[in-house]
């Protein structure tokens, strides 16, 4: 399994970033798993930020989609403000299970003021 994410990187204050994570290898198919969108800012716990089983959902400044024919999830952030600085993870679990099976290497995000 893998997943693959990409599109962090170092903004300002007020501006937005999508982030993408490409999956693949999922045993039961990319359908049928919960997407989340997790985070990890230094010193800090890792946290859920928002996950999706069908349709798209916004959280706050954060919109989370997917596009199940192409095997990829989204997050959308608006409006970043340095608290947002972490580490964005993108996860996978069957639809069945509570447990996080899956996860990707993580993809920096650093906002400054």
């Known amino acids: 399994v893998q997943l693959q994410a990409s599109g962090g990187g170092l903004v300002q204050a007020g501006d937005s970033l999508r982030l993408s994570c490409a999956a693949s290898?999922?045993?039961?198919?990319?359908?049928?798993?919960?997407m989340g969108w997790f985070r990890q800012a230094p010193g800090k716990e890792r946290e859920l930020v928002t996950s999706?089983?069908?349709?798209?959902s916004t959280k706050g400044r954060f919109t989370i989609s997917r596009d199940n024919a192409k095997n990829m999830v989204y997050l959308q952030m608006n409006s970043l403000t340095p608290e947002d600085t972490a580490v964005y993870y993108c996860?996978?679990?069957?639809?069945?299970?509570?447990?996080?099976?899956?996860w990707g290497q993580g993809t920096q995000v650093t906002v400054s003021s």
């Open positions: 290898g999922l045993r039961f198919g990319f359908n049928n798993y919960v």
């Open positions: 996860a996978a679990r069957l639809a069945v299970k509570n447990s996080w099976d899956h």
């Open positions: 999706i089983r069908y349709t798209d």
